[in-house]
């Protein structure tokens, strides 16, 4: 059972967390990337940006995991210093 | 407000759980229901500058609760708390903010109906620690769950706020979760806990 | 006959006591703390089980539950491992996979049989004779003889128990490595918590003697446990750790109870198994483990045989032959396959009297009649030469392989070199540390020193001791015994649970299977009860010789969980089913409602009382047409939307416009999703300029609010959502008379046509309660849908019934609102469904810019429409049998299938909603239709609604 740390709650079972999908550069796709937006997942050889959701708490956040190994490197809140630094996906 | 006598609340576990006089002074096992006790829950920008202006001292970190007045403050949030009424002692600071709350007409956060979408259970007894690993996966350990600690995690299967509250000096656990549920979890703790008494509190 | 060793043998019986138990209605006397195995042995009774295939008697080899010869069975409980489970007064044990008696097994013929049955022969065979023999021939007779213990379909309820603990460090396993590792970490402060499986601690130091000199083992292991006693150290015995997942989370078997460990730290102090020696019929009951041998005379007191040949291919066969003769069991020879002297214990045993066979193998294993016991073995020298040996006991010390499955489960690998003889466990992740006999060492000082190794390591993990100079963890390559060559006469077993011979092995690689993957799922080796403990390495090595590659090229599968058996109820969910009640269930009860699950929560389908289901529900559609109902809709979703963006955020989730929807209006909502298809729908109520409450579908909610917080934080919008669903009861009150029975209740609302008009939503207070009324359609009559605190709704329940109103139930509620045409998210809708296809393109608001799945409506619309929700309706009766799902064709094809149905009592028909190609979906078509008696028919379509097509009476 893995562990996910949530930027508010701390490290918790990942059974109290939902996820939520990839986090785009932009909320909203435009027409044309809107097919690639929907139909492909990303699947780097490296690190995904994706948001997630504590549901006891509804503490919406964004976690970093390294896909090829499985490790969740980081997570941190929209707009907190760790995301003004991060790299887009 | 009307002048009409509000009609009486009920709860779902009324009619299932015996009604305790007061607050059971021995060291049983116990689960008790304290769902009809006063309590209030705020949310939103306003909560924790309306309650300092009352003269609620607010947890200075989230994730711990403090006592006063007979009140216990638990904050959940940087703008998001419950107060829950003290069961071994007078309501009436309670009430009384209630009422402020309901006249003031400037930022003051939020109803969020925790009077409503939550059953409260207090479980209490010298077997407390034994039972918190049956019924959540958190850490429960004294160093990691001490006497003021809030948790929002899973308990009972379900999305629950846990607070270590120790009523009267014996350790006890409060539990806040879905309201619909009361039924599954008295099934839940009967089931898991057989050894506890369950009895409920209106006052 | 009595096998009981003297006083100073037996560490874990009680030879004051004395009990009996069963076995196969045979009385056995035990003491306590015999296991089953034990007290059978001492009893004089060495067969425990027929093998899996070929009915071979099987007995004692690793007296440690790591091999399937023991499983039993005690009542209700199947595969219980006789040499773990402690034997109890008046229990009642019966082997496994007989026919029979044991000792006279009628499955035993297929041992004869054995070469027609060669490796993989149920793939070809079962094919006849004549049609359908596998159905009516060989099924029902491998039905019956295959697998093993007899499962009770009527077991009496067992209590498993869930826990869930966390430690600093645990540690696995409590002989001398793992007590070195957790007395070390205890003493720098960590909260240990020590898992072993045996009843009590020390591992091998309870049972080997590690030196010539017996004292030293018993020395340590009294110094080892009253540091361990005095370190504060949480134990479990009788714990068996089952796997390693993610993060260190750990699951404990012990009994009837999972203890999951999330660990900071883990050190693995797992030991090392025993490798048995493969030669022919290396399986009879006489031959076991070195050991084995010593735990039962350790242990339990038990001679293991009166005369003995023991096989060194290991130290510790000179170990147990002193043990042996220490405790008065003849020993014939001790037979070393090495021709040097390079433990120098030789000289030990030669003192003593005994016969060492040096350079010497054993090639086969004789038994008595019926196989049932050891008689006598072969032994060939270098030059080939032949000796015979009488001997009732075999044992074999075959070298180690290291506890390396939960090492494995954690990432790490098994390497070896090319030559195959030395092993490492590589590739340990991060905070798990490997210790003792697990990692290659075998001297006693040198397993203690790397399990305090592990404990220091692992302090210095949690921060309580320095993280620079910390001493290397040490890891020995592990020394594995020279294989036997496959015996030409066969029975030479690699995998005694699934009775595999080496020939077997060979037979599969020479039916094509290479890898040693293939070669498992082939042969299924390493799959029955000992999971491969003792044969993947064997089979590597044979796999390799054949194939002629090195053992790194082939490789060694990998192990993953769980490490043992384990029950069902142990993993499965035994605690009550989660439901969940509105306020009014007690109600509802009450008033003989039929209840009925709707996910986790429970609504009533109708309130029959003593009458049949169809008359309440024609009864109680009557009561909403004509008079006036009340309908529980409590389960409803909820959402509390507060704040200055309140209104903003709405008008860009749903698709109406919500951003200048007037306070105190309610207006339809409807939610896509970004592909385009319909999420949910519900209505909004604006209470203020700043403050909405929208409602929401009950299966939908949980999905809608989840996608509702990404998106508040994606616009990062000032907007307070709050999922209200519980918090709040929800009442319909429904029917031409509804405004009357709310006029006759005291409040502040004013229910007066003009005051309250159709889509109006007010709150204040009615019967005392605080309540949120809104008008709105749904049924076709007057409604008024009100929400309130939740426990306020059995007063206004209450009172509404008071002033006339009477329950109605789902199932009227969906004809009603069928009758007008409305549908039913997940019912109607499915996940590809658009608004386009329901004729709800009224929905869509073409003024807002943006709206969520506004861009992928716009290219689905371009893309044209597949398919279109109509109504239709039956000409006649239902004879057909069209009912939820029935086809709808066009040119033969299904094209879509039948959402909704029904008999309209109101209107005399039968009534429905439908998926139909577009060009048919226009009323005055029709639509052909399979019902579930394959009949087809052709029903017309008709415009929506069927029911008061001007909406007149829900406006009144």
Request: aromatic letters at 6%.
């Amino acid at each position: 059972m893995k562990i996910m740390t949530c930027p508010v709650n701390g490290p918790r079972n990942i059974s109290e967390f939902q996820w939520l999908g990839p986090v785009h550069d932009t909320a909203e796709a435009t027409d044309a990337d809107l097919l690639n937006r929907l139909f492909f997942a990303p699947n780097p050889m490296g690190v995904l940006r994706e948001w997630w959701r504590h549901t006891p708490s509804n503490t919406v956040f964004i976690a970093e995991r390294d896909l090829t190994t499985d490790e969740i490197l980081r997570s941190y809140l929209k707009g907190s210093d760790a995301d003004r630094t991060a790299s887009p996906a | 407000m009307t002048a009409l006598a509000a009609p009486a609340r009920s709860w779902p576990l009324d009619h299932r759980l015996p009604l305790l006089k007061g607050w059971p002074t021995d060291d049983r096992n116990r689960m008790l229901d304290l769902s009809p006790l006063p309590r209030l829950g705020l949310r939103g920008p306003g909560t924790s500058a309306w309650l300092a202006g009352q003269g609620c001292p607010l947890p200075e970190t989230i994730h711990r609760s403090a006592g006063t007045e007979g009140m216990t403050i638990l904050r959940l949030g940087a703008e998001e708390v419950v107060i829950l009424s003290d069961p071994l002692a007078d309501p009436d600071r309670l009430t009384r903010l209630q009422q402020d709350w309901q006249a003031t007409t400037g930022p003051k956060g939020f109803d969020a109906y925790r009077d409503e979408g939550w059953c409260w259970l207090c479980l209490s007894g010298p077997a407390i620690s034994d039972a918190l690993p049956l019924l959540t996966a958190i850490d429960t350990r004294p160093n990691a769950f001490g006497l003021g600690t809030v948790v929002q995690t899973r308990a009972l299967h379900m999305d629950a706020v846990l607070v270590r509250t120790d009523r009267g000096g014996v350790p006890s656990v409060d539990i806040l979760f879905d309201v619909a549920s009361s039924g599954f979890a008295a099934d839940f703790i009967a089931d898991v806990l057989p050894g506890f008494e369950m009895g409920r509190l209106v006052r | 006959m009595n096998n009981r060793l003297g006083n100073g043998w037996g560490s874990r019986i009680d030879r004051n006591a004395s009990m009996a138990f069963t076995f196969e209605g045979r009385p056995v006397t035990a003491h306590p703390g015999d296991t089953i195995a034990s007290a059978l042995a001492a009893n004089g009774e060495w067969v425990l089980s027929r093998s899996f295939k070929y009915h071979r008697p099987r007995g004692v080899l690793t007296m440690a539950g790591q091999d399937a010869n023991t499983l039993v069975q005690i009542g209700d409980e199947a595969n219980v491992r006789a040499d773990l489970r402690e034997a109890a007064q008046g229990m009642a044990v019966t082997p496994l996979n007989v026919s029979g008696s044991l000792r006279r097994d009628r499955g035993r013929i297929i041992d004869r049989l054995g070469r027609f049955l060669p490796v993989g022969f149920y793939y070809r065979t079962f094919f006849g004779p004549g049609k359908n023999s596998w159905l009516k021939l060989w099924e029902p007779i491998i039905r019956a003889s295959a697998g093993l213990g007899t499962v009770s379909l009527t077991p009496a309820r067992r209590h498993y128990a869930k826990e869930t603990r966390h430690c600093d460090l645990l540690v696995v396993g409590a002989g001398p490595a793992g007590l070195a590792a957790a007395i070390t970490a205890a003493k720098a402060g960590a909260d240990v918590i020590l898992v072993e499986k045996e009843p009590e601690l020390g591992g091998a130091l309870t049972y080997a003697r590690f030196d010539a000199n017996a004292a030293d083992a018993a020395c340590k292991l009294a110094e080892l446990r009253d540091k361990a006693a005095a370190a504060g150290i949480t134990v479990l015995t009788g714990a068996t750790c089952n796997g390693r997942f993610a993060d260190n989370w750990m699951p404990v078997l012990q009994g009837d109870r999972l203890i999951r460990i999330r660990a900071a730290e883990l050190v693995l102090a797992t030991g090392a198994h025993e490798q048995p020696l493969i030669f022919r019929n290396n399986d009879l009951p006489g031959v076991m483990l070195s050991s084995a041998a010593q735990r039962l005379m350790r242990h339990y007191g038990v001679r293991p045989g009166q005369r003995a040949v023991v096989y060194a291919g290991d130290r510790d066969g000179y170990l147990a032959a002193l043990d042996l003769d220490d405790a008065g069991v003849r020993i014939a020879a001790v037979v070393d396959p090495e021709t040097e002297d390079r433990d120098g214990l030789s000289d030990v045993l030669i003192q003593r009297g005994l016969t060492v066979m040096r350079g010497c193998r054993i090639t086969e294993a004789q038994g008595n009649r019926g196989g049932l016991h050891l008689k006598s073995v072969e032994i060939r020298d270098d030059n080939g030469t032949a000796t015979s040996l009488d001997c009732d006991l075999l044992v074999v010390a075959g070298g180690y392989t290291p506890g390396y499955q939960l090492a494995l489960h954690a990432g790490a690998r098994l390497t070896s070199d090319d030559s195959g003889t030395r092993f490492s466990i590589t590739g340990m992740p991060p905070h798990v540390h490997l210790a003792g006999a697990a990692a290659g060492l075998s001297d006693l000082g040198a397993v203690v020193a790397s399990g305090e190794i592990a404990g220091t390591r692992a302090a210095a993990g949690l921060g309580l001791l320095p993280a620079q100079d910390l001493p290397a963890p040490v890891q020995a390559r592990w020394r594995r015994a020279v294989p036997s060559q496959a015996h030409p006469k066969g029975r030479d077993f690699v995998d005694f649970d699934e009775d595999l011979q080496v020939k077997d092995i060979e037979n599969a690689i020479a039916d094509g299977y290479r890898e040693l993957e293939l070669i498992k799922r082939y042969s299924t080796v390493g799959m029955g009860p000992s999971q491969g403990r003792h044969a993947a390495l064997a089979t590597a090595r044979i796999v390799a010789r054949k194939t002629a590659r090195s053992l790194a090229e082939v490789g060694i599968t990998t192990s993953r969980p769980p490490f043992g058996p384990e029950k069902l109820g142990l993993l499965a969910d035994t605690t009550p089913e989660r439901y969940r009640h509105t306020a009014l269930h007690a109600v509802h009860q009450a008033a003989g409602a039929r209840m009925s699950p709707v996910g986790a929560w429970w609504r009533p389908l109708a309130y029959p009382g003593t009458a049949p289901m169809s008359d309440a529900i024609r009864r109680e559609i009557r009561l909403v047409r004509e008079a006036v109902g009340m309908l529980d809709v409590s389960t409803l979703g909820k959402l509390e939307l507060r704040g200055k963006d309140a209104a903003t955020f709405l008008d860009r989730i749903y698709t109406m416009a919500h951003a200048r929807q007037p306070v105190g209006r309610v207006r339809y909502c409807l939610a896509l999703n970004e592909m385009g298809s319909i999420l949910d729908d519900g209505v909004a109520y604006r209470l203020a300029e700043d403050h909405f409450y929208v409602t929401a579908t009950t299966g939908a909610v949980e999905r809608l609010y989840a996608e509702m917080m990404l998106q508040k934080t994606l616009w990062g919008m000032e907007v307070d959502i709050q999922n209200v669903t519980a918090a709040f009861a929800a009442i319909n009150l429904t029917g031409p008379h509804a405004r009357e029975v709310l006029q006759r209740l005291p409040g502040s609302i004013d229910f007066t046509r003009e005051g309250f008009a159709y889509l109006d939503g007010r709150s204040g207070e009615l019967a005392g309660c605080p309540v949120r009324a809104m008008r709105i359609g749904f049924t076709g009559e007057l409604s008024y849908e009100l929400h309130l605190p939740q426990s306020h709704a059995p007063a206004l329940w209450a009172a509404l019934a008071q002033a006339g109103a009477e329950p109605y139930g789902l199932e009227a509620s969906r004809m009603l609102r069928l009758e007008k045409g409305h549908i039913i998210i997940g019912q109607d809708t499915d996940a590809l469904s658009t608004p386009d296809e329901l004729d709800m393109g009224w929905a869509l608001s073409r003024k807002k810019p943006f709206h969520v799945g506004k861009a992928a409506t716009e290219q689905r619309r371009a893309m044209g429409r597949k398919r279109q929700l109509c109504g239709f309706v039956l000409p006649g009766g239902n004879d057909a049998g069209i009912g939820e799902s029935s086809l709808v064709l066009s040119n033969g094809q299904p094209i879509g299938h039948v959402t909704s149905f029904g008999h309209s009592p109101t209107l005399g028909k039968w009534i429905g909603l439908a998926y139909a190609a577009p060009e048919d979906a226009k009323p005055g078509s029709q639509i052909r239709l399979r019902g579930f008696s394959a009949t087809e028919i052709k029903a017309p379509v008709v415009a929506l609604p069927f029911y008061d097509a001007d909406n007149t009476r829900q406006e009144i």
